[in-house]
């Protein structure tokens, strides 16, 4: 087959043969040649259509993004939601998260999970799920990437510490929509759809219903309520692997039922939930309907219960929280007093200064501590609080 020599037109070739010509030239020789598009598409529009066609009727199609603020630049490579994702993974935010607590404080041992592994594993569970029920994998993926990005030092032991000193309002699903809208690019945000965002402030669900009954609770879009499930899919299975590891409970411990209905390893549990996902959900009344199946959700339910009882109220752990509390609550009291150190510490980590007529002192006091990973906040408190040598 021969191939015209440059210098070669920039043609847009389609793997429809529609948009080739067969062709023989005077020497005999078959010529297979792309034929220029009048109305050439980028690789994004290309995509977008392609979106329409392998795509259920229930999922979020990137060509219907929104985002709060303009857009400088057409990419015109990404979609809107590839975009996004990609804004999520070169933050700092997420940066930050690989010295974050998932369960254990500042674990010496290198297997242990951090905020960062965590939420790769979610953003794992939620592709593979979004695949198979031909939803929209790159918005699952962004909403998964960047579901974390607010959470405090010290994983819920933090967050419980800013609860009770800056707001009973206060949680690390709100505080991640905050970074993405405010505080990252040094006050500018990140600018992502609303697609995005929803399903970031929508992901938690604490101790409460794990695929939610009330309307303000839901994602707008069927991926934001995969990544929900998909979190608590994550966390139960490798909490208990954690938990396990550092012995704080025993194989002979875990209930009958999470053995027998979801699996002995960390593998099983995952594969059997995430099938389980997928073969129960469906359409209902015209409707799609995540559904888990009765078995498998209430052992994941048992299973949760377990954890909190035995892993997260373990002694060992709620002893740490202590710890965890005192730091938080004097380096928040500490800023509302030294506010300039205070806004040093949002410059460093290029995040929206303090500014009076915007934000208030305690607000900006929290920001700073809850995006604080645990090493730099130990490392904070003991400059502060420690006293140091004179000579």
Not at 97 to 104: E, I, P, S
Request: glycine share 6%; proline share 4%; net charge neutral.
């Amino acid at each position: 087959m021969a191939f015209p020599v440059g210098p070669w037109p920039l043609y847009h070739c389609s793997k429809n043969l529609g948009n080739e010509m067969l062709s023989i030239d005077p020497a005999g020789v078959m010529r297979l040649d792309c034929v220029p598009h009048k109305e050439s598409l980028s690789i994004r529009e290309e995509f977008q259509q392609k979106e329409s066609k392998f795509l259920c009727s229930h999922a979020a199609l990137s060509s219907d993004a929104q985002r709060k603020g303009e857009e400088p630049v057409f990419c015109p490579m990404r979609t809107a939601f590839q975009i996004d994702r990609d804004r999520i993974v070169y933050s700092n935010a997420f940066r930050r998260l690989k010295h974050k607590t998932q369960v254990f404080l500042s674990p010496l041992g290198d297997h242990y999970r951090t905020r960062l592994t965590h939420t790769l594993e979610v953003s794992q569970l939620s592709r593979n799920i979004a695949r198979a029920m031909c939803l929209n994998e790159d918005l699952a993926e962004a909403i998964a990437l960047g579901h974390d990005l607010g959470h405090t030092p010290f994983g819920h032991g933090g967050e419980a510490a800013l609860i009770e000193v800056f707001s009973s309002h206060f949680s690390h699903a709100a505080q991640s929509l905050r970074v993405v809208d405010t505080l990252e690019n040094r006050g500018e945000g990140l600018n992502l759809t609303r697609q995005v965002r929803d399903g970031i402030l929508k992901h938690s669900k604490g101790f409460g219903n794990i695929i939610p009954e009330k309307p303000q609770e839901t994602a707008m879009t069927m991926e934001g309520r995969v990544v929900r499930i998909a979190d608590v899919m994550a966390y139960l299975n490798h909490d208990l692997d954690d938990a396990l590891r550092a012995r704080v409970v025993r194989a002979n411990e875990v209930p009958d039922i999470c053995i027998r209905k979801l699996g002995n390893t960390h593998y099983d549990r995952g594969s059997t939930m995430m099938e389980s996902l997928i073969s129960h959900s469906g359409e209902k009344h015209g409707e799609f309907v995540l559904n888990i199946g009765e078995d498998v959700f209430q052992a994941m339910k048992v299973l949760r219960r377990f954890l909190y009882e035995k892993v997260y109220r373990a002694p060992e752990v709620y002893a740490e929280f202590l710890k965890v509390k005192q730091i938080v609550s004097d380096l928040y009291h500490y800023f509302l007093e030294h506010p300039d150190m205070m806004q040093a510490e949002l410059v460093q980590m290029e995040m929206a200064p303090w500014d009076s007529q915007k934000t208030s002192l305690k607000r900006s006091a929290c920001d700073a501590i809850a995006s604080m990973t645990d090493r730099y906040a130990i490392y904070l408190y003991k400059k502060i609080f420690f006293p140091s040598p004179l000579v």
